[in-house]
């Protein structure tokens, strides 16, 4: 069984919606996993700060402008009276249940449950337009099989046993619907992936069935040598091995989600990058390969906060590494860079959440420095430690820009520098000219 996952733009606008029968309805049975439409989710956050701070008129602002946006595209999308009628019903109940939490007491759970709706409606949506097409489908809940445990890491062996369970209701079925991003955790309340999560779902829904692929279908054509929204010129990357794809969407490639890789390699399931406004285009396969060497692309991932930890004994004596580390792991904070020196640990971390508790606890061993607002570039690509030049190349072009960081040789994948994250765009840009001539 096929994989699709379409993500935000590509459910956009009514239009898009109807768009999506071409690439979709054939004798190919398949999951389609839906994104929310496009802004969705966005205006869902907005509503969900004006009911944290209780600005209930705002609030209320918020949801009629959002709702108002829905009728627009259901008229749009519909041409029988009943399948409107329908969609009018679907989006009057779930714009009544956002509007009761500005009653109601206001929690971190409401507000899960709040996000949830963008893919709950699109996915409804799409499941009453095939029905007033003529087309079968099966309108999946992810909320029933779809789960995390206490950790916010999938739980592949709940996930699989009723994920198969669901499907086996409809043995005749060949096209299945379903909503990324929107799961249940540990406890069995309404919780998400994380934003951009719909591709994790896909992943974790490819894995759990042994899926032979695994179509990621967004606005471009495929995974990009560097990233299109910061340089002007940029090329689609025919073929990424997984362990490449990993480390660009870890360190920033938005166009996947920064864990959804691991779930297909653990299982060798290829992933397949598509641009659904350009379906000829050839995009990007991401699978078990001998990936051409060289350099392939590069990306950045803000938002880092860099932390010089100084021994305070002349050398880092045995045992003060594993001090440092078991810190961060009390925390669950997770290092992205490292580097060392005689007498003094550099690391980098993305989540600053326990940030001040981990200084209290490192200043009782060292002495400690802190730099927000850094950025990691990582350069990926099949670098052979058994070649050499590609260092050089990264330092060549990089020439001009203060480098914090230099990370090279942990693994055979990937260079990665930290420099301040106002010199991030520089950097890509100088990197974009230096390594790949634009
Ligand atoms: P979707 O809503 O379909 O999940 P996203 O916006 O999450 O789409 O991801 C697609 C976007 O990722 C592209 O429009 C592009 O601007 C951005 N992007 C960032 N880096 C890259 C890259 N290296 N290659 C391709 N796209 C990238
Ligand atoms: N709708 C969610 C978001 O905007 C998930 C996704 O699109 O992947 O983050
Ligand atoms: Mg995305």
Redesign the pocket.
């Known amino acids: 069984m096929l994989i699709q996952k379409f ?2 733009t590509s459910v956009g606008s009514a239009q898009r919606i109807k768009d999506l029968t071409k690439l979709v309805v054939n004798s190919t049975p398949k999951i389609v996993v839906l ?2 439409m ?1 802004g ?3 205006s869902l956050v907005e509503i969900n700060n004006a009911l944290y701070t209780k600005d209930t008129v705002l609030a209320n602002e918020l949801i009629s402008k959002l709702k108002t946006k829905y009728e627009k595209e259901i008229s749009e999308l519909y041409s029988k009276p009943e399948s409107l009628a329908k969609a009018k019903d679907l989006i009057h109940n779930h714009f009544e249940y956002i509007k009761n939490f500005t009653l109601d007491m206001f929690t971190a759970n409401e507000e899960k449950a709040i ?1 949830a709706q ?2 709950l409606l699109s996915t409804a949506m799409f499941h009453f337009y095939l029905e007033e097409i003529g087309v079968n489908s099966v309108l999946l809940p992810a909320l029933n099989f779809m789960r995390i445990d206490a950790n916010d890491e999938p739980d592949m062996a709940y996930v699989e046993a009723n994920l198969i369970a669901e499907l086996k209701k409809y043995p005749n079925a060949i096209l299945f619907i379903t909503q ?2 929107i799961c249940r955790n540990a406890f069995g309340e309404i919780d ?10 896909a992943s974790i829904v490819g894995a759990a069935i042994r899926s032979e692929e695994i179509q990621i279908w967004t606005d471009i054509d495929g995974m990009h040598n560097n990233d299109p929204r910061i340089v002007n010129k940029t090329h689609p990357i025919k073929e990424l091995s997984f362990d490449e794809a990993a480390e660009l969407a870890y360190f920033g490639a938005k166009i996947l ?1 920064p864990t959804c890789i691991l779930p297909a390699q653990k299982r060798n399931i290829p992933v397949r990058l598509k641009n659904t406004m350009q379906p000829e285009a050839e995009g990007t396969l991401i699978a078990n390969i001998d990936s051409k060497e060289g350099i392939k692309a590069i990306a950045a991932k803000d938002g880092i906060t860099a932390i010089n930890i100084k021994s305070d004994r002349m050398l880092l004596a045995h045992g003060f590494l594993r001090a440092v580390f078991e810190i961060f792991e009390r925390f669950k904070t997770s290092i992205d860079m490292i580097t060392t020196s005689e007498v003094a640990v550099s690391l980098t971390i993305d989540n600053d959440k326990n940030l001040n508790e981990i200084l209290k606890e490192l200043k009782e061993i060292a002495v400690v420095e802190v730099e927000k607002d850094q950025a990691i570039i990582c350069i990926v690509g099949n670098l052979s430690k058994e070649k050499h030049g590609y260092g050089f190349k990264v330092m060549e072009s990089l020439k001009d820009i203060p480098l914090r960081m230099v990370s090279y040789g942990g693994s055979a994948n990937n260079i990665s520098v930290l420099v301040s994250a106002d010199k991030k765009k520089g950097a890509l840009m100088a990197l974009n000219k230096g390594i790949f001539n634009y």
């Open positions: 993500g935000g994104s929310a496009s969705t989710t966005n996000l963008g893919e990324g991003y998400n992936l994380k934003r951009g999560g719909s591709d994790y779902t989600h």
